[in-house]
């Protein structure tokens, strides 16, 4: 997931236009939080409590971050 974020940003950069760069993190920033809440509602329908509180000590997008 780091790897796909970073990806974006030399994407947006590409585009030689800080607009560009916003736009395309924000989009896909949006895309990917909504396909998070979709995995994590899986996960906790699956497993229960115990992936709820593996996710409270877990970060969720970015080790360490977020």
Do not use: C, H
Request: charged share 20%; glycine share 10%; no cysteine.
């Amino acid at each position: 997931m780091v790897f796909a974020l970073l990806t974006l940003v030399g994407l947006g950069l590409s585009s030689r236009t800080w607009g560009g760069t916003l736009v395309i993190v924000a989009l896909f920033g949006l895309v990917y939080s909504y396909r998070i809440s979709l995995e994590e509602n899986v996960l906790k329908a699956e497993f229960g409590q115990e992936y709820i509180d593996y996710a409270k000590k877990t970060k969720r997008l970015i080790p360490f971050l977020l």
